[in-house]
């Protein structure tokens, strides 16, 4: 096979595994569109047990009672598809991969989705309830809390990517260490650092308050050190590197 052919094969491959992915973020939006303004409900929940009674939300743009649960199911669908999307990254990057490197990128795939959607859990469950009962309890005098849904999306969608996302943490220091960029004895040495660092990303994509910032910023610290014991067991090593090819290579030979 050509070079040329095996370009065009693999962008082939790579069109129809995007395709794929896009198709299965479609259908879990189309059974899902039905409920969408029951999913906002739901999504709401933790803001409307601690509003003040005759307190409720309010739509202040016209087309928002349709554009926000619309919006609400399009990502909730993505973050849905996100096991088999991954799977179809999988199946194209699998081939090029030697066989211990597919022995770990399979379980980082499957707990980085994990921890993605703990982190999630963890921001509803959690930090939800306790930072929507300090901002209204907080309010002035004579000041009604009435949120706005839109608002109020974009706010919680904002916390859900951010409480996602630094749940990777362990997957990300697990990867370091299997490459050889660090190891778990320079991680255990640049701790407070860490720790420092961890307290400034929760200022910046938490509101600002320290109820929010100290939700973030400790279990960013928990699973650092979860991350560093993980990353222990796999260190770059040089002489445990096979010398076996790719299947695709073996596959073009």
């Excluded at 949120?147 to 943490?169: C, P, Q, W």
């Amino acid at each position: 096979m050509t070079e040329e052919n095996s370009l065009i094969s693999h962008l082939i491959e790579l069109r129809s595994r995007l395709l794929r992915a896009v198709l299965s973020v479609l259908l879990v939006f189309a059974c899902l569109a039905y409920f969408s303004n029951d999913l906002y409900q739901l999504l709401a929940q933790p803001l409307l047990k601690t509003l003040p009674v005759n307190s409720s939300m309010i739509a202040t743009d016209v087309a928002s009672p349709f554009f926000a649960p619309f919006k609400l199911t399009m990502v909730l669908s993505f973050f849905l598809a996100i096991p088999y999307v991954l799977y179809q990254v999988w199946g194209f990057v699998a081939p090029g991969l030697y066989r211990n490197e597919k022995k770990l990128v399979g379980p980082l795939l499957f707990s980085s989705t994990l921890l993605f959607y703990t982190g999630m859990a963890f921001a509803y469950f959690v930090v939800f309830p306790v930072v929507f009962a300090f901002f209204t309890s907080v309010a002035p005098e004579g000041v009604t809390v009435a949120t706005d849904i839109n608002s109020y999306l974009n706010f919680v969608l904002k916390l859900f990517f951010a409480f996602g996302v630094s749940f990777e943490i362990p997957v990300a220091i697990v990867l370091m260490c299997w490459t050889g960029m660090t190891d778990a004895a320079s991680l255990r040495q640049k701790r407070p650092y860490v720790i420092v660092g961890a307290f400034v990303v929760g200022m910046l994509l938490t509101p600002p308050d320290i109820i929010s910032q100290s939700l973030l910023a400790i279990p960013m610290w928990i699973l650092y050190e979860c991350g560093i014991v993980v990353g222990s067991f796999y260190s770059h090593k040089e002489d445990d590197e096979e010398d076996e090819q790719p299947e695709s290579d073996k596959s073009g030979e």
